[in-house]
């Protein structure tokens, strides 16, 4: 069965400072990976997805996130937040070909202090 | 821009009472999901739809819920008995089936 693994319920940065947020996941066949953000009293907003392809996608924002096989990962980076960016972050894993059946983590609230 | 709604924003129900939460799916969309975060928790699926019937549940979704496409823009949620467990977010989404899902605002349901 898949599951979803977001290390770190909260994070909290400095503005400037890089932005990564983990994920690991568990998955028999090559999984479709997917970022969202979640901005308060918001939906879910799409940042990135990796389904095939090239390993390191870039999203929204000016997120990245690198799907590494080996390490079953696709841990979510920016290399300079924001206050903007202050949100929740859900990563999802889909293994049936579809982008809507989703699996997500516990997701993981991002602060950035000024 | 193309976006899913959702009506209402927030939902106050008696414990017992039938709700229907509403959503409309982008109109070229042809798969529609739920989903439900009760508070402090992961987001959670419930069920898919597609061609007018459910595709795939979970266990979450047990007799006490259906899904309904009444028409060509709707897209609903039926909570037939509420129950103070289901409290919770619910995010209604849709795809065209070869992209991602978008989601809506969510219905913020709590059972008193």
């Known amino acids: 069965a898949q599951s979803v693994t977001q290390l770190g319920s909260h994070v909290s940065v400095s503005e400037g400072a890089l932005v990564l947020l983990r994920c690991n996941y568990s998955?028999?066949?090559?999984?479709?990976l997917f970022w969202y953000v979640q901005y308060p009293n918001q939906g879910l907003q799409l940042l990135l997805k990796?389904?095939?392809?090239?390993?390191l996608v870039k999203g929204i924002n000016g997120f990245e996130a690198e799907f590494k096989k080996s390490e079953t990962s696709f841990h979510l980076t920016k290399p300079s937040a924001h206050m903007s960016d202050a949100a929740e972050y859900f990563c999802?894993?889909?293994?049936?070909?579809?982008?809507?059946?989703?699996?997500f983590g516990k997701g993981t609230k991002l602060s950035v202090k000024p | 821009e193309p976006e899913v709604t959702q009506t209402p924003s927030h939902q106050v129900t008696q414990m017992g009472q039938e709700v229907i939460l509403r959503c409309v799916p982008i109109?070229?969309?042809?798969?529609f999901y739920w989903y439900r975060q009760i508070l402090g928790q992961k987001v959670e699926f419930l069920v898919s739809?597609?061609?007018?019937?459910?595709?795939?549940k979970s266990e979450i979704f047990d007799d006490q819920f259906s899904v309904e496409r009444p028409d060509g823009s709707n897209f609903t949620l039926k909570i037939r008995s509420t129950k103070l467990e289901d409290s919770a977010m619910y995010f209604c989404?849709?795809?065209?089936?070869?992209?991602?899902?978008?989601f809506g605002q969510g219905t913020r349901l709590t059972v008193v």
């Open positions: 998955s028999s066949v090559p999984p479709y």
């Open positions: 990796y389904t095939t392809g090239a390993t």
């Open positions: 109109s070229n969309h042809l798969y």
């Open positions: 739809f597609y061609n007018n019937e459910i595709s795939e």
């Open positions: 989404a849709s795809c065209q089936g070869w992209d991602e899902a978008f």
């Open positions: 999802a894993v889909s293994d049936d070909g579809s982008q809507g059946n989703l699996i």
